[in-house]
Nanobody, 115 residues
Framework: QVQLVESGGGLVQAGGSLRLSCAASGGTFSRYLMKWFRQAPGKEREFVARISGSGSTDYADTVKGRFTISRDNAKNTVYLQMNSLKPEDTAVYYC?????????WGQGTQVAVSS
């Protein structure tokens, strides 16, 4: 059983930065493909970024160049560094893992960007 706990959300002005963390427990974290998703009010959950166990990354076009996903396998933690934040980045951000045992989501952390 994998458990994911996000932290680091908050309220920030447009142009500001936040760093989200997702701490994982259970299983062999270093092998997992890890992803960040977000869900804005009234909208469907959408993909933000992903990182493989080897460190390969991919981003949604809406965040490319502004967000950076990284991982620290020694700490079983994945990060999302968010720079140049925009009001449209306001959402609940979720961490996601897909090991062989199944699909797991964190509880989410709220990010609010004021204009």
């Amino acid at each position: 059983q994998v458990q994911l706990v996000e932290s680091g959300g908050g309220l920030v002005q447009a142009g500001g930065s936040l760093r989200l963390s997702c701490a994982a427990s259970g299983g062999t974290f270093s092998r997992y493909l890890m992803k960040w998703f977000r869900q804005a009010p009234g909208k469907e959950r959408e993909f933000v970024a992903r990182i493989s166990g080897s460190g390969s990354t991919d981003y949604a076009d809406t965040v490319k160049g502004r967000f950076t996903i990284s991982r620290d396998n020694a700490k079983n933690t994945v990060y999302l560094q968010m720079n140049s934040l925009k009001p449209e980045d306001t959402a609940v951000y979720y961490c996601y893992a897909n090991p062989p045992s199944g699909r797991y989501w964190g509880q989410g952390t709220q990010v609010a960007v004021s204009s």
